[in-house]
């Protein structure tokens, strides 16, 4: 596959990292949802088609088997924050699992490097969701406005948007 910048290769790849307590980076190991973010289109696109073009039936019947094969393979997670808390205890120290609880009930918000110091998300004890439902309650957000990611809602309105 030709890339837009002329590289060679298969896909657009992006491997999933983490950022340490002392501002480097590693790779997330894949036991810990780590791996490559395909964002190929290509392949998407080929995928969406074959999906278009099976039977029914059978596209229903391999669709349920992927969804029970990816539920045994990744642990189901609760999204409960108090639950979250409670399974991170044994990946933080008290002192800092009570400032990040804390910033939850309201306190002074954290910014990425100071909840990546207090919870390692790359911990053992440390599962991605948690620290994902975490993050989501005590994070400072970085931006003042948020921005548009999703597009407007209606077929008109859709159509519109991407021609403009």
Do not use: N, Y
């Not at 029970?68 to 639950?83: H, K």
Request: proline share 8%; aromatic share 4%; charged share 30%.
């Amino acid at each position: 596959m030709q890339h837009a910048d002329g590289r060679q290769g298969q896909g657009d790849r992006r491997d999933r990292v983490t950022d340490t307590a002392d501002g480097g980076r590693r790779p997330v190991p894949p036991e810990r949802g780590g791996g490559p973010i395909l964002l190929d289109r290509p392949e998407r696109r080929a995928l969406l088609a074959e999906v278009r073009a099976a039977d029914p039936a059978s596209a229903t019947e391999r669709a349920f088997a992927e969804v029970a094969r990816l539920e045994a393979e990744v642990p189901a997670s609760d999204f409960g924050l108090d639950a979250a808390l409670k399974r991170v205890e044994p990946a933080t120290e008290p002192e800092a699992l009570a400032r990040i609880r804390f910033a939850v009930s309201g306190g002074t918000r954290l910014t990425w490097e100071e909840l990546a110091t207090l919870l390692d998300p790359a911990h053992p004890a440390c599962d991605t969701w948690d620290f994902v439902r975490i993050a989501t309650e005590v994070l400072d957000a970085d931006r003042v406005a948020s921005a548009d990611l999703l597009p407007p809602g209606s077929a008109a309105e859709w159509r519109a948007f991407r021609t403009a």
